[in-house]
């Protein structure tokens, strides 16, 4: 069983910047590709970004492309999303998930509870 917790998501304002992070618990985190996702009220939850087990290999919505950044550390059970240039229409919950395949929500087997990001105009 893998536990993963999100943090620092916030209220800010338009071209401001945040950083997400996400720690897992259990000595398997360095096996899992680790994914980013976001959902606003209303809405299917979407792809925003994924990091291979290696931290090699990184995929990013169009979106956020040149935006965002994932990264992980292994050593510290954690992946990251650094977030620049915000846009009102980044505003959801951001979720952190382990264990998928490439952008697909369903294929995700461990997911936290959400962080909100809120981005003002």
């Known amino acids: 069983q893998v536990q993963l917790v999100e943090s620092g998501g916030g209220l800010v304002q338009a071209g401001d910047s945040l950083r997400l992070s996400c720690a897992a618990s259990g000595r398997t985190f360095g096996s899992f590709t680790m994914g980013w996702f976001r959902q606003v009220p209303g809405k299917e939850r979407e792809f925003v970004a994924l990091?291979?087990?290696?931290?090699?290999?990184?995929v990013y919505a169009e979106s956020v492309k040149g935006r965002f950044t994932i990264s992980r550390d292994n050593a510290k059970n954690t992946v990251y999303l650094q977030m620049n240039s915000l846009k009102p229409e980044d505003t959801a919950v951001y979720y952190c998930a382990a264990d998928g395949t490439f952008n697909i929500v369903a294929s995700y087997r461990y997911w936290g509870q959400g962080t909100q990001v809120t981005v003002s105009s």
């Open positions: 990091i291979t087990r290696s931290g090699a290999g990184t």
